[in-house]
């Protein structure tokens, strides 16, 4: 599957939550008090989207940094760890295996956002989204402006498998400049987590599971990051 078929769902589904702000819906969005590092709070997700089925359990720890935000993605249950071994920074890595974040500082529904993904070779995919539709309406611009040297601009990465254990942990380093964020104390964010699942014998078929799902009107959820 397409992510950007998912995302189109997902976003589609953020626009008809702004109607119902006050209705119960709203208060199953999740959301998390982030503190400096090293304390760290932790976003937990085990249900596909769009069907709420079972789904590996996956954790992204946050914390952050005074220049940064760190996020500790956590694959448990992981079997296959597949990727394609000539995939690179910012090729379509989605394509196949990876853990994700879509980011935006502040409380309103984005139409640009940073989406960051880490495959388990250690390969990295960033770029920013532009959907001023946020639906992804037909017609509407959709696009990517890629970040060509995350190395350089404070982007890290470091990833461990285990297959015996079967776990998959990518730690990452996102530089706030990238946000105009430079007192992150205090702030308040949307964000949303993503892991796909896939296997050389299902491939291209994926699965795809999500922190704050749509069927639970809540794309990208708010972070309140303290310290
Ligand atoms: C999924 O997560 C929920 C909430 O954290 C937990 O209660 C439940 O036991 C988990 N299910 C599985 C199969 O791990
Ligand atoms: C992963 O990639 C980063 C650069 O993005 C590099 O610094 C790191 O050493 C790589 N290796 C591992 C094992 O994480």
Redesign the pocket.
Known sequence: MHLGTILSCLLAATASASAIADGPERRTRPSLKVYKCPRKATA????SVPDQK?FP?THVELCWKPKSIQLTFKAFDETEFYFDPKQTTNQDIWQYEVMEAFIHPGRNSPQTYLEFEVNPNNVTYQAFVYNPSKVRAEKAPFDHFFVTNPAADGFTATTTLDRKAKTWVSEVDIPLALFNVERPERSTWRMNFFRTVTSPKTFPAQELGAWSPPTRRGFISRHLWRR
């Open positions: 937990k997700f085990n249900k079972p359990t």
